[in-house]
């Protein structure tokens, strides 16, 4: 994706917003809006968006779990699926 192929002036998104739509909605691509010559947005699709914010809350746990790994605050996993077996077995005590 070349998002500099993707810019258009805000009087295009005022003029085309039917048609504007459509093509992210099939494309699933971003469009850059700028005004007076600066950028000022980026439009997409809602598909997209939701997508882009599932990665990115992925992204975070992982960076998380590699801090709590970098601070030797975890537990390994031999001992996680032992203390989940536990647990497992009292559940089946009661």
Do not use: C, W
Request: cysteine-free.
């Amino acid at each position: 994706m070349h998002l500099a192929n993707r810019v258009k002036p805000i009087s295009y998104l005022k003029s085309e917003a039917a048609q504007i739509v459509k093509d992210l909605t099939d494309s699933g691509e971003p469009l850059v809006i700028t005004q007076n010559g600066e950028v000022k947005l980026v439009v997409q699709d809602v598909r997209t968006y939701e997508a882009t914010q599932q990665t990115l809350a992925l992204l975070k746990i992982l960076a998380i779990g590699q801090r709590q790994i970098d601070r030797a605050d975890h537990v390994e996993g031999d001992a996680f699926f032992a203390e989940l077996d536990e647990l497992d077995r009292q559940q089946k005590l009661r």
